[in-house]
């Protein structure tokens, strides 16, 4: 089963990101209508650049190679 998630990503100055998980939707023309729905919402109607819908198949690892965090300077 296929899900769409609607993120939102804010880029500061300083290149670090803000990451709002919207939330996930069963079709993809649902996410597109939360799209919408929040586009005019304070900080998201600022960067109308930062919303992308992504496919996800449910019940399934996304992400399987571990990861190292790096403190910023």
Known sequence: ???FSLEHVHVFDDDSEDVKLIGIYS???KAQ???ERVSYQPGF???PEGFSIS???V???HWVEG???VDSP
């Open 27 to 29: 079709t993809k023309e």
């Open 1 to 3: 089963m296929m899900v």
């Open 55 to 57: 496919e996800i198949l």
């Open 33 to 35: 209508a939360a799209r």
């Open 45 to 47: 109607c600022d960067s």
């Open 59 to 61: 019940d399934q690892d």
């Open 67 to 69: 990861f190292v965090s």
